[in-house]
Structure formats: C-alpha cells, structure tokens
C-alpha cells in the first residue's frame, strides 16, 4: 500500500479501537470464571467510543513492497478526547497523526520520510446502551497535511464515520466504517473517494491480556482497488506506579493490497491512559 493510500483510509484504527469504554456505558457487574470484570479496564480498552482520555502510539513495520522488497516504517500518534455534552451524549474526538518512512518499491523511484496527511474523526455517543450495543456516529475529515506531496492527496475530504460495539463475559465485538470524498484542494491531482469498514473482535481475560483480531478492509473508488490486511495480536494492560499503559503485538498479512503495497509487517502499540 502506498503512504497516501494509507493516510486517506486512517489505516490505524484498530489503535483507536483499542481505546475506551465509558464507565456509563459498560454493565455494573463483572463476569466470573476466566472472563474479565466487565468494568476492569483492559475491558473498557476495546472499544472506540471512549469516555477515558488516552494517546495511543501505533508503530507499522512493513516489508515486501514493490520489486526491490522495500520496508516502510510510520508513526501514528493519536490522541483520543471525549467531551461530556450533556447526561445523555459524549463526543469522542479521534486525531491520527502519521509520521512516514518509505523506502522506494521500484527503481527509478526515492525514499520518502514526512508526515503524512492527518484524519480527524467524531463520534456523538449516547450514554445508555443501545439494546446492549454501544453506538455512535458523525463526520470525518482529512486534511492535507503531509510534509511531501508522495505521502499525501494535497486534497481535503470528508464523510460520515460510524461504530456499533458489543461487550459480555470479556468478549468485545463489533465493526467502524467510514467514507471519505475530497472536496477541495489541488485539483491536478486524482480526488479521493475511499470506503473502510472493519470488523473486530477480542477476548480480554481478568488478568488484562486480551486476543484479538480485525481486519481494516478499505475499496479504493477511483482505483478500483481492495486492500485487506489481516491483523491478529495479544496486549497487555500494567501499571506503571499510578500510569496504567497497554503494550500490543500484532501480526499483519495483506490478503489483497495495490501493486506495489507492502505484504506483511509487524505492529507495536503502546497506548496511554491519561487520568482525568
């Protein structure tokens, strides 16, 4: 996958999927046997409709692009802030900043290091459960921030942005998708019209180490193209003195990807809770 591409679809989001509950919204009761309380928060860590300030740190490790087999290294920093509108709504603010390097896939071509263009997600949440499901919804917005314009669109987009998520007995299922179209911007260069939807789902136990799996499958209107990498890790919530802090290892295998797009890495996330 290209660094634009990547920037367009926020690829990182099950970082911002490995998050936070709200208190409101999880049960007041706690699982027995191996599940984890369901108020523990390794628990409340999986889910994007935070209510818990957070700045999760995602590290892609990527290799196999194009002919040379080139490696790519970003950086996404993405501070997650939940805003308590009334007693009844939150708005959940999701920022992912990239941060690039990208060795060249092909002869011909140059090494890329910049920032990338950033995204820009909210969710307006209510504070009651949905018939057991956690809901939300709102707009997302690209901005054409990227330090070299082959690592980003040079176009600004938005577009609607939706999760639906469900937690019992340690297990955390549901799905987040969006759709970005541009609207302004260079207009020599190609507009931006992308689709994301992915699925997710993980066990978290009650000694805070969660499995999990997801899949951020994205179609490429203009291009005609799917890309669908499969991701599958463990994390691990500690304390460190009174900083609680996750630690995640994913592994990640491209089922479909564009020509020259990378076709596996390894992902490291580290994932701050910021006491409020």
């Keep these: 996958m290209s660094a634009s591409s990547r920037n367009i679809i926020a690829a990182p989001m099950m970082a911002a999927l490995v998050l936070a509950t709200s208190v409101r919204h999880a049960p007041a009761t706690t699982g027995g046997g191996t599940g984890a309380a369901d108020t523990s928060l390794a628990l409340k860590l999986r889910n994007p409709l935070a209510d818990l300030v957070t700045v999760p740190i995602e590290t892609y490790f ?17 501070p997650v802030i939940p805003l308590e509108l009334t007693d009844d709504w939150i708005l959940v603010t999701r920022t992912i900043v990239p941060f690039i390097h990208q060795e060249a896939a092909a002869a011909g071509e140059r090494d890329l290091t910049g920032i990338g263009d950033i995204t820009q997600s909210f969710f307006l949440s209510p504070s009651r459960l949905a018939r057991g499901w956690i809901v939300g919804a ?10 070299d314009s082959d690592l980003g669109t040079e176009r600004w987009g938005a577009g609607p942005t939706a999760a639906a998520i ?4 340690g297990w955390t299922v549901g799905a987040l998708a969006n759709h970005i179209w541009s609207f302004a911007g260079d207009s020599h260069r190609e507009g931006v019209s ?8 993980s066990y ?11 899949s951020e499958s994205t179609f490429d209107w ?42 596996w890495g390894v992902v490291l996330t580290v994932t701050i809770v910021i006491p409020r």
């Design 222 to 263: 203009k291009q005609d193209q799917w890309t669908v990498p499969l991701t599958a890790g463990v994390s691990q919530l500690v304390n460190l003195g009174r900083q609680s802090v996750n630690f995640g290892l994913d592994g990640l295998w491209y089922a479909e990807h564009e020509a020259d797009g990378a076709e």
């Design 194 to 201: 992308t689709t994301l939807v992915e699925p997710f789902v």
């Design 138 to 147: 709102g707009p997302v917005f690209l901005y054409p921030s990227a330090t």
């Design 204 to 214: 978290t136990w009650a000694n805070d180490f969660t499995v999990e799996f997801d």
């Design 166 to 169: 469900r937690q019992a007995g």
């Design 62 to 78: 990527e290799f196999g692009s194009g002919s040379r087999n080139a490696r790519s290294y970003s950086l996404y920093v993405q």
